[in-house]
């Protein structure tokens, strides 16, 4: 069983810079390929970025592109998410999640993850 738990979340300003980390409770984490996921009101789950086990492939959404970076360190069992220039549309619910059988395009699939963390809120404001 591997708990995450995500934190770093809060209000910003439309232009600045959040970083939010996924902290995971078991060294097995780095055995996982890690995504975030947002939820905005009203909204389906969206996938955000994915990073493999080892740190070096990643993926990212069009909406995020060039603005948001993930990255891992697995002597801390800690991913984190740099997300700049934030836009109001960026605002929603914050999931990481830990993707076992990372294969062609398994990551876009909320059901394909093994454990989600609580979610944090992230507020972006004009």
């Known amino acids: 069983q591997v708990q995450l738990i995500e934190s770093g979340g809060g209000l910003a300003q439309a232009g600045a810079s959040l970083r939010l980390s996924c902290a995971a409770s078991e060294r097995t984490f780095r055995n996982y390929a890690i995504s975030w996921f947002r939820q905005a009101p009203g909204k389906e789950r969206e996938f955000v970025t994915v990073i493999n086990w080892s740190g070096n492939t990643t993926i990212y959404a069009d909406p995020v592109k060039g603005r948001f970076t993930v990255s891992r360190d697995n002597a801390k069992n800690t991913v984190y998410l740099q997300m700049n220039s934030l836009k109001l549309e960026d605002t929603a619910v914050y999931y990481c999640?830990?993707?076992?059988?990372?294969?062609?395009?398994?990551?876009?699939?909320?059901?394909?993850?093994?454990?989600w963390g609580q979610g944090i809120q992230v507020n972006v404001s004009s």
């Open positions: 999640a830990a993707l076992g059988r990372y294969y062609a395009n398994s990551h876009f699939a909320t059901e394909n993850y093994d454990y």
